[in-house]
């Protein structure tokens, strides 16, 4: 039986609190009494915290709102357990660091979150001696040559930021599992209807600042992994998540965990749109990525994966040909039409666009970019839910027409 995020979810909110609430309560405080003296020093020794049917010590540590959030999140991916962090970024950097150490590697996609590529090719082997490979993700036998025995994880993301490419989880994990090697899995793009984990990932990260959020107003990331690979991230002697601290705010995880019952609804629509737009652009023969295309080179490994009826998520890839082009149909997009925002980020109620070379990925060089094949003139469209799809589609066609793409 295909694995179920909404109903998975609703478990977890039928633990009703201490008050009946509907909603969780916000617990704002830094710091917790034990009920007697002894039991400090078993939580200092690592045996008592919450995941462990312990108690809170300090908000840094463990918060029981925060913690509540990363429990739904861990709903949400089917994983035994979940943290919620104060950015995508810090839960990815935390996760790697908690599982490789000086001169052990990371096989790692090409087509990533720029930030993240910055992380791993610049960061990581400067500062921590963690060495990267980079390989193209959709070709198992570059990722099978670039393993070594110094590799302790494969890093991917679910779906590829902004080239659509599809990441092939189950031989990826398997991959990373014949040489001990977790597979890490940046889920942001496809919330509820992706589960990496059930497929064989051993840890998911999110942006919560995509589509999880929802509005383009909160940063924060999370972690979905084992029990054991939590508490080892909250170690309070060894853990990435509790040494570098990325914490989040309990107010900040209440608001978010109002977004997660309908965050479902929220990635069908956004898929019902992508997909539309996406057979348009399409039916007109213009170089138009996206994965819930049948005519997308990796449709039926998306579909082999997905949890029914959200479809392939909100983004498609449109190549405009040039920079130049490509600026103009989004300053007209913007200015004209009123459609969408010319800004990075994607997952915002309304449609974002914008043309990832020269600024979500141009952290990577000329060479970089076209072995990741990002066109110049790519632009990447998150599609938004406001207004009728027919009359974004009118707005969308007009403007192409004003450029002469069509
Ligand atoms: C935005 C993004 C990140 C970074 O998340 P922050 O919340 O900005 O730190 C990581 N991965 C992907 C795929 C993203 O889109």
Request: net charge negative; charged share 20%.
């Amino acid at each position: 039986m295909s694995f179920d995020p909404v109903q998975s979810l609703s478990r977890v909110r039928h633990e009703f609190g201490e008050h009946g609430g509907v909603n969780m309560s916000i617990e704002a405080s830094t710091t917790y009494t034990v009920m007697a003296a002894e039991i400090m020093p078993e939580i200092f020794q690592g045996h008592k915290n919450p995941e462990q049917g312990g108690c809170f010590l300090y908000g840094r540590h463990f918060n029981p709102t925060v913690y509540v959030l990363g429990r739904y999140l861990a709903a949400i991916e089917g994983t035994e357990a979940g943290y919620a962090t104060s950015s995508g970024i810090s839960a990815i950097a935390c996760s790697l660091m908690q599982i490789c150490g000086p001169g052990d590697e990371i096989v790692a996609s090409n087509a990533i979150y720029g930030g993240t590529f910055a992380l791993l090719k610049e960061f990581f082997p400067l500062k921590t001696g963690i060495q990267v490979k980079f390989v193209d993700i959709s070709n198992i036998d570059e990722v099978r040559s670039a393993i070594s025995p110094k590799t302790k994880a494969i890093f991917t993301e679910s779906i590829s930021n902004p080239t659509m490419v599809i990441s092939d989880i189950p031989q990826l994990a398997d991959c990373a599992h014949k040489v001990g090697a977790k597979l890490v899995v940046d889920n942001t793009f496809s919330p509820m209807l992706l589960s990496p984990a059930q497929h064989g990932a051993d840890v998911v990260v999110h942006s919560l600042t995509k589509f999880i959020g929802g509005a383009s107003d909160i940063i924060a990331g999370a972690v979905c992994a084992s029990k054991e690979f939590i508490t080892e991230l909250m170690d309070l002697h060894t853990g990435a998540i509790m040494l570098l601290g990325p914490t989040m705010d309990p107010r900040v995880a209440f608001d978010l965990s109002l977004r997660l019952p309908h965050l479902g609804l929220r990635m069908k629509e956004h898929s019902r749109r992508a997909k539309y737009f996406s057979e348009k652009l399409s039916e007109l023969g213009l170089p138009i990525s996206y994965p819930g295309l049948s005519s997308h080179p990796q449709y039926q490994l998306l579909e082999s994966m997905t949890n029914p009826g959200f479809g392939a998520g909100g983004l498609f890839a449109l190549d405009l040909g040039t920079t130049d082009r490509a600026f103009e149909f989004m300053n007209d997009l913007q200015q004209n039409e009123g459609f969408g925002f010319l800004a990075v980020s994607l997952g915002y109620f309304d449609t974002l666009m914008s043309c990832s070379a020269s600024s979500t990925s141009s952290e990577l060089t000329d060479d970089e970019l076209k072995e990741a094949g990002i066109a110049p003139g790519l632009v990447r469209v998150s599609l938004g839910y406001t207004g009728t799809l027919e009359d974004r589609w009118d707005q969308f066609e007009r403007a192409l027409k004003r450029v002469n793409m069509i």
